[in-house]
């Protein structure tokens, strides 16, 4: 049986905690601006009442930075879409930097010359205070006070001008729609695909398709 994912974002901190600074690798170079920071926080209950176990937070760290930090894969976009994906077109940074110390992952990201990424550059130079904010696929364990994520997959970190994001966006938008693990290894939003296949149904033999795409939909999941 798939497990079913939810899309959940968090950010571990306030604005303040971030630092925006430029480098320069050489004399001849033009100078690259970074943002470094708390990225995501483990063994504490969030301004989202959900809490990460440290040791799931540190396996998909070391499978993120593998994968996807050193390889120079780690992109995020400009605000929090509602996808499980990472659209290139909307790409703003570059995690290059990874690291735990303690329950807190700090992270250091390169501003890309993408056209977001020259909307941020723009932000900062006209004193507009941005962050990091995570992005990942997971199952939720509710208890009474917060609930646990588990089964964690870390899609991307986001840039976001406010990291403190309406509780109700989150709840109503994000973690409404639902992600499986398809055989090819991808992931599937399940909603989206059964609700693509009935606006597709026939005139003809209705009752019949519907039925047989909905025992296919109980089927997934």
Same mark, same amino acid.
């Given at each position: ?5 939810? %899309?959940?974002?968090?950010?571990? /901190? ?14 001849? +170079? ?24 440290? @040791?799931?937070?540190?396996? @998909?760290? $070391? +499978? ?5 930090? =050193?390889? /120079? ?10 996808? $499980? ?21 700090? /992270? =250091?990201?390169?501003? %890309? ?20 904010? +995570? ?6 364990? @509710? +208890?009474? *006070? ?9 899609? $991307? ?16 938008? %994000?973690?409404? =729609? ?16 059964? *609700?693509?296949?009935?606006? =597709?149904?026939?005139?003809? *033999?209705? *009752?019949?398709?519907? %039925? @047989? ?9």
């Amino acid at each position: 049986m798939s497990v079913k994912l939810n %899309l959940v974002c968090e950010n571990p /901190g306030i604005i303040d905690q971030f630092e925006v600074f430029e480098e320069q690798t050489n004399k001849d +170079s033009a100078k690259s601006l970074f943002i470094k920071g708390p990225y995501m926080m483990a063994e504490g209950v969030n301004r989202n009442k959900r809490f990460y176990p440290r @040791e799931e937070l540190e396996r @998909e760290i $070391a +499978s993120y930075n593998e994968n996807f930090v =050193k390889p /120079g894969r780690a992109m995020g976009e400009l605000n929090h879409p509602s996808s $499980a994906d990472v659209d290139l077109e909307r790409a703003c940074h570059m995690v290059t930097e990874l690291t735990q110390d303690g329950n807190v992952f700090y /992270g =250091k990201s390169k501003v %890309l010359t993408t056209p977001c990424g020259q909307i941020v550059r723009s932000l900062v130079n006209d004193g507009v205070k941005v962050g990091m904010s +995570s992005r990942a696929l997971g199952t939720l364990e @509710e +208890s009474s *006070e917060y609930n646990t994520v588990r089964n964690m997959k870390l899609v $991307a970190i986001d840039c976001v001008a406010d990291p403190s994001y309406p509780k109700a966006f989150v709840n109503g938008i %994000l973690e409404s =729609k639902q992600w499986v693990l398809a055989e090819d290894g991808k992931y599937e939003e399940i909603y989206d695909q059964f *609700e693509k296949s009935v606006s =597709k149904l026939p005139r003809k *033999e209705v *009752e019949k398709y519907l %039925l @047989e795409r909905i025992m296919s939909f109980i089927n997934k999941i």
